[in-house]
């Protein structure tokens, strides 16, 4: 839920200090609550900013996957094409002798920018950015020291860094590893100062890189990427008959690398690949918090004889290759567990008659389990983490000594107009050993907290973030690595599971039938929206009849003080993911406000064309939409009064929009310009004020500090009427 513009803001603040800020300093910087900045920073994850604590405080660093292309002549790619020694500032010879381009605003270059949200970086930005990120500008690396003796005659005389080379690219697998991980040692640092990196820099860069490769190595230890090397002691060793398999999709293996893997086992949602029956022993899967118990083997690796690792031809019958698919696919296809898949035997998906599927793996193929709703049934309570009869471990995924995994179709947040996909239920654990699912109170309380759906959405969003959220007077924080929730004021731990929501095969049959069982919840999208225009991401604008009282009901409040203006047309905003948000928002307020319902009301919001397709997507932002004044604080405005909002709209065009929102003003107080968010209604200070007014007696003027306060709910195109000629 970080709105990219605010995620670029905050990019262009850290790299214009240096790539590096203390939290306290980036907060004064930007303007934001450190609530807002601690949910921004962590809804979009250290794939963006990398929040590291030491003795001496919170520190965030710009992080990015921006690279600058290393190619001599690029035909076209997705990376920057700049001169490095141009951006370190030692290129002698100019852009026109220069055969690399020097131009960072180059069409081709601000497409790459705009892609990874950095368009409102200058060059000096940039330069912090890629110094800190892109392995490409480091010095050389000492290719003697990375062979297999690390025999470097050189030594510390060497004017090449003496650097694991795959640490420096996050992957290397050895957590223990011979070779230095160490860009700060005494010869490291003199050879990058050589090359233009200065000891910040340098030092950012080995905090990043310490990350990543702590990251890769609790990755391989928990299954999710594993590689499996395998050697032969020479050509006549490997058996006959054995198929060689490639790493999966997504895996990168440079090509001088490539004949060192022979075996690979990957592991994704609960999915064993397979691998080389006689260099590898079976695998247990894990799921979140689940741990592996069972460990592979592993052999130094050797290259073999090129030519010697050629896959052989296997059986090209359709049973083979459905097996094949399902071998390596997790998902089910819910066009055919619903009616009917058009793509049958070639779609990449599962085709399966319930929304799920146990399996267990027998060391060659995966089976299914007997019992299959049996299974599926305990597996939906999150009090069962076993079925002892038949030596089912859901902590470990492990049926006797053998792996299981579990099949299903898509989260039902990712597909909210579609029948038959997975709804997954969120719980945690109170002190008295039960399951409290999310959104639901527990006996004696008196306040719940998000619903299952909202924090579906945010751990699709990043399955290792961390978020934070506020139940009464209290602040979490949800961990979705660590499967744990945490009181931030008393540091009160609590575990949380995921489990699905359980659907028979009875229940199958009625919803394809139509009809549809009463424990399923419907959408939460209003009743009245186009069915057919919900995405799953983004928004779609569905133009209102004008013979419709929705339509009637906008026109008369734009008309009360518009009436010398025609309406051209309404448009509703569907954009599903912004409704639950608003409405999850609307739940908060309504328990902070024990139990009353909250004042809500339709509102007016002038702005340039230009940003309509932004805050239909992400919403308000006062940051990024601009501000036209911050005399009652610096939020987001809105208005009473078309007349008042007109004002702001775009002038110079002759068709003008403007917005209609639904805001939750809450309780309001008079706003002061010092404001950058409401202030304390209580003695505590725990309490706060939802909005800020013009006049706390009539307002015709609201604030709104909190974007998941409001809901863009239509736009109205209109225009001047002309003025009738009249002859006297």
Request: proline share 4%; with cysteine.
């Amino acid at each position: 839920m970080s709105d990219p513009s605010v995620c670029s803001f905050l990019t262009k603040t850290l790299c214009a200090h240096g790539g590096r800020l203390a939290l306290r300093d980036l907060q004064q910087l930007v303007g934001l609550s450190a609530q807002q900045l601690e949910e921004t920073l962590s809804a979009v994850g250290p794939q963006r900013f990398l929040v590291q604590r030491d003795g001496s405080g919170v520190w965030v660093l710009a992080v990015s996957a921006v690279r600058v292309c290393v190619r001599k002549d690029c035909g076209g790619c997705e990376r920057l094409h700049l001169c490095k020694l141009h951006l370190m500032d030692k290129c002698n010879l100019g852009p026109r002798s220069c055969k690399y381009p020097h131009n960072i605003v180059s069409a081709e270059n601000k497409k790459v920018l705009k892609t990874h949200e950095l368009s409102s970086l200058d060059e000096n930005e940039l330069r912090v950015l890629l110094l800190q990120n892109d392995p490409f500008f480091l010095p050389d690396i000492c290719q003697l020291y990375n062979r297999k003796d690390s025999n470097c005659s050189q030594q510390n005389n060497c004017y090449k860094l003496h650097i694991c080379r795959h640490f420096l690219q996050g992957e290397c697998k050895f957590f223990v590893c011979k070779r230095s991980h160490n860009l700060l040692d005494t010869n490291s640092l003199k050879v990058l100062e050589t090359g233009g990196i200065d000891v910040k820099i340098a030092s950012n860069m080995q905090t990043i890189c310490n990350y990543k490769h702590m990251e890769f190595n609790k990755e391989l230890k928990k299954g999710k990427m594993l590689f499996i090397q395998s050697c032969h002691a020479g050509p006549r060793s490997h058996a006959p008959g054995k198929r060689q398999h490639q790493p999966p999709t997504g895996t990168r293996v440079k090509d001088e690398d490539r004949c060192h893997y022979t075996g690979v086992v990957s592991y994704l949602s609960g999915q064993l690949g397979t691998t080389q029956p006689h260099t590898l022993s079976p695998l247990t899967t894990g799921g979140s918090g689940e741990e592996i118990k069972k460990k592979a083997t592993t052999r130094k690796p050797e290259c073999q004889e090129e030519g010697k690792a050629k896959d052989k031809k296997g059986d090209s019958s359709a049973k083979a290759s459905k097996d094949d698919k399902e071998d390596k696919c997790d998902q089910i296809c819910v066009f055919y567990v619903w009616k009917y898949c058009k793509h049958k035997d070639k779609c990449k998906f599962v085709h399966y008659h319930l929304p799920y599927r146990w399996q267990m793996y027998d060391g060659v193929t995966w089976n299914d389990l007997s019992m299959m709703e049996e299974v599926e049934k305990a597996y939906c309570d999150p009090h069962t983490s076993s079925i002892a009869s038949k030596n089912i471990d859901f902590q470990t995924m492990t049926c006797c000594s053998s792996s299981v995994r579990r099949l299903s179709t898509p989260s039902s947040v990712t597909k909210p107009t579609f029948v038959l996909t997975t709804q997954w239920l969120w719980y945690w654990k109170n002190d008295k050993g039960q399951w409290i699912e999310y959104g639901e109170q527990a006996e004696g309380d008196s306040v719940s907290s998000p619903s299952s759906a909202v924090i579906e959405n945010l751990y699709l969003a990043d399955p290792d973030g961390t978020i934070f959220f506020q139940a009464g007077l209290y602040k979490y924080e949800l961990n979705f690595k660590e499967m744990t929730q945490t009181n931030t004021t008393y540091k009160t731990k609590r575990r949380v599971c995921r489990r699905p929501k359980f659907v028979s095969s009875e229940d199958v049959q009625k919803i394809k039938k139509g009809q549809r069982d009463s424990s399923i919840p419907n959408q939460s999208c209003p009743v009245h929206w186009d069915q057919s225009a919900l995405p799953d991401f983004g928004y779609k604008a569905v133009e209102i009849s004008d013979t419709t009282d929705e339509y009637n009901q906008i026109k008369q409040l734009f008309h009360q003080t518009m009436k010398k203006y025609s309406i051209l047309k309404i448009n509703r905003i569907q954009n599903p993911s912004l409704w639950k948000v608003f409405q999850w928002q609307k739940e908060q307020m309504k328990r902070e406000n024990g139990g009353k319902e909250v004042n809500e009301k339709l509102l007016f919001h002038g702005t340039k064309t230009s940003f309509v397709e932004s805050i239909c997507t992400h919403n308000f932002d006062w940051r990024i939409c601009g501000s036209n004044g911050t005399v009652y604080g610096k939020g987001s405005y809105f208005a009473r009064d078309a007349s008042y909002s007109h004002s702001y709209c775009e002038l110079t065009v002759k068709k003008k929009i403007m917005f209609v929102a639904r805001v939750l003003v809450g309780d309001y107080v008079n706003g002061n310009a010092a404001y950058v968010r409401p202030p304390t209604k209580s003695v505590d200070g725990l309490q706060f004020y939802d909005s800020c007014v013009d006049n706390h007696i009539n307002p015709s003027i609201f604030v709104v500090f909190e974007k998941y306060q409001i809901y863009p709910e239509f736009t109205i195109e209109y225009t001047e009427e002309e003025k009738k000629c009249i002859v006297s």
